[in-house]
């Protein structure tokens, strides 16, 4: 009797240094925040494409029971997830849905991986992986959760250092870099969007404009940021789509002038912080955007010389402009 196929992930590795994102959900609600991520991410990798549907309220409850919170209080935890980016705002304004492209892509590297040894156990025979799949024992099998797909890195930014070298398997063996992945190897067309990528994006007419505008900043940012081709693409498709932002001139502009200022230059590494929010609750792109305005009129009042002698003077008001005409009059070198 055939065994249930299997779905979803056993485990994930947890990165020792956590990203920007996850220590900021922590600054705003301590350990409750921690707990909510890991609960969550939990959840999520257990599914078949780590899409969790938390549009029921019974679920809801049942995963604010898990970090032992009041629903009202995983929401708002939640809310701050999607905010700092943890999750895609669209899928959970929308739906309720609780998507993340890092998560997605890892699951579908293992279900990649799983179809192969299935693949190759039809050909030949069970596999020691298929064997082990099924026995009911570890449910760790090589094909399934070990090399590369197995060892997931959280929903962390900073990818694990492996993955840049290319990653070994069971035997110690390197494996192929995955050039399709890799920014350098980008086709004059620009590059194929990740399917886990929303539908929103891949159909949309700011896509290949989201992607040109990441290679455009990668030739700005500093060299030691961590590049990230599609979430650099997605914060451009997200200022132009969802917030409306019309003109693109002024935004590059902005960007530009950011990176070249003494102070956001060494706060300001990668267009990740364009849509957060600062403590006034001001998306930093509004922030350079007023910046650089305020810089321009300085320079321009500072360049600006007086013309003539009333350059200096102050405006008049009326009772002045009065004795000045009165003066004009009582001078006969004015008469008519």
Known sequence: MARPTKTGMDYFPLDVALSDEVEAVEAVHENDGFAVIIKTWQAMYKTEDGRLDCSSVLWRKTLAKKSNLTEEKWLEIIATCVEVGLFDRESWENDMMLVSSGVRKRIQKVAEERQRWRK?????????????????????????????PGVIYADNPRDNPRDKGGNRNRKGNRKEEDKSSSPCNMSSQGPEPDKSLPAAFRESSYRDEAYEFVEWFRTIAPESVKFDRDK???????????????????????????????????????????????????????????KMRQSKQQQYAGSTKPNGRLGHQKPLDRSGAERIAAKIANDPRFEA
């Open 120 to 148: 190759k156990g039809d050909k030949g025979g069970k596999t020691s992986g298929e064997s082990q799949e099924n026995d009911g024992g570890s449910n760790v099998i090589h094909g399934e959760n070990l090399g590369n």
């Open 232 to 290: 650099w693409a997605m914060v451009w498709y997200h200022l132009r789509s969802t917030d409306a932002r019309a003109d693109k001139e002024e935004l590059i502009r902005a960007i530009r002038w950011a990176r070249g200022d003494p102070f956001w230059s060494s706060n300001f590494h990668s267009p990740l912080k364009l849509r957060k929010r600062n403590d006034e609750g001001v998306m930093y792109i509004d922030v350079f955007i007023e």
